[in-house]
């Protein structure tokens, strides 16, 4: 008779992984069934950057598809921002350039031209050093709890 394997328990950092994952794909800023809401603008003066890695970035979304992607496709600089965005001081911040371009959709959402419709980021495993490191006062608050 073949014994069980012994039920690994997760340590601090996979449940903290775990609680991510699972706060940002279905329950982000507390909403049940919200996902990816830092991926968009949205109403809110937010902004995606400043990306620090944009080198690294672009040369592993290249790498990955194959195909060579210019700066202006992936990133934003304060000349466009800045006008795209006229009434949200985020956007008028140099210090937060360059950023993730976002799409000008109809409904004003605003997402990072990578999130899918189905909320998901395309590039996770290659994503920027901002995407994994960001955290808003929600999962903040969130994590601190564990
Ligand atoms: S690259 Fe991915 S994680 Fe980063 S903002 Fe865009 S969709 Fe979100």
């Known amino acids: 008779?073949?014994?069980?394997?012994?039920?690994?328990?997760?340590?601090?950092?996979e449940i903290a992984d775990l609680v991510t994952h699972y706060t940002c794909t279905r329950n982000c800023y507390g909403r049940k069934g919200n996902a990816g809401a830092c991926c968009t603008v949205a109403d809110r003066d937010f902004i995606i950057g400043p990306i620090v890695d944009t080198k690294e970035f672009l040369k592993r979304l290249n790498e990955r598809d194959g195909r060579k992607r210019t700066y202006a496709e992936v990133?934003?600089?304060?000349?466009?921002?800045?006008?795209?965005?006229?009434?949200?001081?985020?956007?008028?911040?140099?210090?937060?350039?360059?950023?993730?371009?976002?799409?000008?959709?109809?409904?004003?959402?605003?997402p990072c031209r990578f999130l899918s419709e189905a909320r998901e980021c395309t590039v996770y495993a290659i994503r920027p050093g901002i995407c994994r490191t960001y955290q808003c006062d929600h999962l903040k608050a969130t994590l601190n709890n564990l």
């Open 1 to 13: 008779m073949s014994e069980k394997p012994a039920a690994h328990s997760p340590n601090q950092t």
């Open 75 to 110: 990133f934003i600089e304060f000349s466009e921002g800045s006008k795209l965005f006229p009434d949200k001081s985020t956007w008028q911040n140099r210090d937060y350039y360059p950023a993730l371009r976002v799409e000008m959709d109809a409904e004003a959402v605003h």
